[in-house]
């Protein structure tokens, strides 16, 4: 009857119990009290050099004193007595006498003063291993008999079951708290990811409307990250970000949050900044972000940028800041500060811009695209020597769109790499056209800062002259010299492997960047473009006339071919004659033209060239 009672009680505990410890005292006290046992106590096996037994809980013995007995569940000493023999045999050790047996001796005085006799232990077994035992003494030497030997043993295969389920739900939660740090903070560097920005940023924004104060949202772009990524590998790239964040991370307290954004992105949120107080916080952090960044074997400079967006007045909603100030980030990656606010162009006229943004990758779908082309002419032969592509936008309701504009767009969308595409299908299309219709020109397609970063332009540009069956002088690229400044590296392996299909590389713009002649003379290029705001007013500007004169001069000194953009007058192409500039590009020799109209208008016109 009292182990019936035990087992009920148990179970009920069983129900009840939050954790562990509590389970195993509770099932203690539940065989002592409710059952009238004289003691039970919960041992675990050690997995120690001595097989020592942790008394994990025990009611009616004082728990340090079985402790102090530093009880083993090896062979030797308290090794035979019923917990050990039950832990090793992973059988119950039932009706043990205190009294008689000679394993008992050291404590028989003992149990004899508290008044034990027997003593009863059952294995726990978890997942077929077992993990320790449940012992179980009685006053009576002939307590435990079969009946209650096999209700005990039931309630210590419940004990076994409560703990592994405890145990269970114990990793759950561990579980479930992984899979939420992994849902909203960066592996790498364990700051809060996007996720978690965005959440923040809306609370924080919804709270800013209501209580009308401002509140700032700073990204921080790094530069070098691609660089060191691509030059040392992705190792030093993990260190770069680490030692970033490390940086970071000390900004983030009980109001502003630090997160990285994106791959070389951070963010970090400002409640209650206005521009004042955003601008000097940007400071700040690009100071410490600054500081070289040691890295394996040596230290790189690290450059930081970082564009800032206010509420409300860059934008009014979590999602309009982030992109804003990623787009400022980018802009401030070319100012002398490293920072840059948001312009604030009123809400209406971005969202007309990124309607636009929309448009425009459905004209690339829909073909609203349109290739023209601009001669190019040789000063020497005053024939037609090839011709510049150049993508024009017809807008189903704008009409034509200024392309200088919607090239800008399309590289703030990230539309270029299909932008690009469109482009050189179109060109290659044409030049076989043109061939077929017996006019063997070069044409020259534009590459944005973008495609130097496709991984998939020059597979894609090998394919094309497989296809079309080019031949690699029949096709040109021109890329402006900005781009070749920002990204040096990167620039000068795509040149390199681009230059290595045989075809020839432009300089377009130049004279608006900052590139020294010595350092174009390491590119495999083979021409400068002059700028047209040089060649466009060098008959009444004597500084330009002098950029002129000492670009064709010193360009030639080091084997590269000049071609003079924008000249628009007989007056200019005289002078750029005199000057012994090679090739004349602009709207004296013509305006762009539909790509399709390009043979006829060469036929005719005055530089044409004989086949
Ligand atoms: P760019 O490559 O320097 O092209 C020359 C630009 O100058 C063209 O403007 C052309 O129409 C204009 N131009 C030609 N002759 C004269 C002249 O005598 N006087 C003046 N004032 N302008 C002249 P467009 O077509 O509006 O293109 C602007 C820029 O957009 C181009 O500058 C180029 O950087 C970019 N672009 C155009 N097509 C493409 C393209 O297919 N892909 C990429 N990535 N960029 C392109
Ligand atoms: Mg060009
Ligand atoms: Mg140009």
């Not at 993990?238 to 951070?266: K, N, Q, Y």
């Not at 940028?305 to 999602?319: C, E, V």
């Amino acid at each position: 009857m009292r182990a019936l009672r035990t087992l009920s009680a148990g179970n009920r505990s069983l129900l009840r119990a939050t954790d562990e410890d509590g389970l195993l005292h509770e099932m203690c006290r539940v065989i002592v009290e409710e059952g009238g046992y004289r003691v039970a106590s919960v041992g675990y096996a050690e997995h120690d050099e001595e097989k020592h037994i942790r008394v994990m809980a025990s009611v009616g013995i004082d728990r340090a004193l079985l402790q102090g007995l530093a009880l083993t569940w090896g062979e030797a000493g308290t090794g035979q007595w019923a917990v050990a023999t039950a832990i090793r045999s992973g059988e119950p050790s039932v009706g043990r006498h205190l009294l008689t047996e000679p394993a008992y001796a050291d404590i028989r005085d003992y149990a004899i003063e508290a008044g034990y006799a027997a003593v009863t232990a059952f294995p726990l077994r978890i997942e077929g291993e077992v993990i320790g035992a449940l012992s179980v003494l009685a006053a009576d030497a002939d307590a435990f008999d079969k009946a209650e030997v096999t209700l005990l043993g039931e309630l210590a295969e419940d004990l076994s079951y409560g703990i592994a389920n405890l145990r269970t739900r114990v990793k759950h939660r561990e579980a479930e708290k992984t899979i939420e740090r992994m849902a909203f903070y960066d592996a790498l560097t364990a700051l809060p990811n996007r996720t978690s920005l965005c959440d923040r940023l809306s609370h924080t924004v919804a709270n800013a409307r209501h209580d009308f104060r401002p509140l700032a949202l700073l990204v921080i772009k790094m530069g070098q990250f691609q660089e060191i990524n691509e030059t040392l590998g992705y190792m030093e790239g993990d260190l770069f970000l680490r030692a970033v964040s490390a940086r970071l991370a000390p900004f983030t307290d009980d109001v502003r949050l630090v997160a990285r954004v994106g791959e070389d992105e951070f963010a970090a949120l400002l409640p209650g900044a206005g521009a004042e107080n955003a601008t000097q916080v940007a400071q700040q952090l690009l100071k410490i972000l600054r500081e070289p960044v040691e890295l394996t074997d040596f230290a790189v400079d690290a450059h930081a940028s970082i564009g800032i967006a206010l509420f409300p007045g860059h934008g009014t909603d979590a999602s309009a800041l982030l992109r804003r100030a990623t787009v400022a980030a980018g802009q401030a990656t070319h100012s002398a500060a490293g920072y840059a606010l948001c312009i604030s162009t009123p809400d209406r006229e971005f969202s007309q811009r990124l309607a636009l943004m929309g448009e425009l990758r459905r004209a690339i779908a829909n073909e609203e695209l349109r290739l023209y082309c601009q001669p190019k002419v040789n000063f020497g032969s005053r024939q037609t020597c090839g011709a510049e592509a150049l993508v024009r936008w017809h807008h189903p309701r704008h009409g034509m769109l200024a392309t200088g504009h919607f090239i800008k767009l399309a590289e703030h969308a990230g539309l270029i790499t299909p932008l690009t595409h469109w482009v050189l299908e179109a060109a290659f299309r044409q030049s076989y056209a043109w061939a077929e219709a017996g006019l063997d020109m070069p044409l020259s397609v534009n590459l944005s800062a973008h495609d130097l970063r496709d991984p998939q332009l020059l597979d894609r540009i090998k394919g094309l002259f497989a296809t079309w069956g080019t031949r690699p002088e029949m096709m040109q690229f021109e890329l402006t010299e900005s781009v070749l400044m920002e990204e040096p590296a990167s620039a000068v392996d795509m040149l390199t492997r681009l230059k290595a299909l045989g075809v020839k590389l432009f300089v377009d713009d130049y004279g608006t960047g900052f590139s020294s002649l010595s350092y174009l003379q390491r590119l495999p290029v083979d021409s400068l473009k002059i700028d047209q705001s040089f060649v466009g007013n060098m008959l009444d500007s004597k500084d330009s006339a002098i950029i002129v004169q000492s670009t064709i001069e010193l360009g030639h000194n080091l084997g590269l071919e000049i071609v003079a953009e924008g000249v628009e007058s007989e007056g200019v192409w005289q002078r750029l004659a005199t000057l012994d500039c090679d090739t004349a590009q602009g709207y004296f020799i013509s305006m762009p033209l539909p790509a399709a109209q390009f043979p006829e208008w060469e036929a005719q016109s005055r530089w044409h060239a004989p086949a």
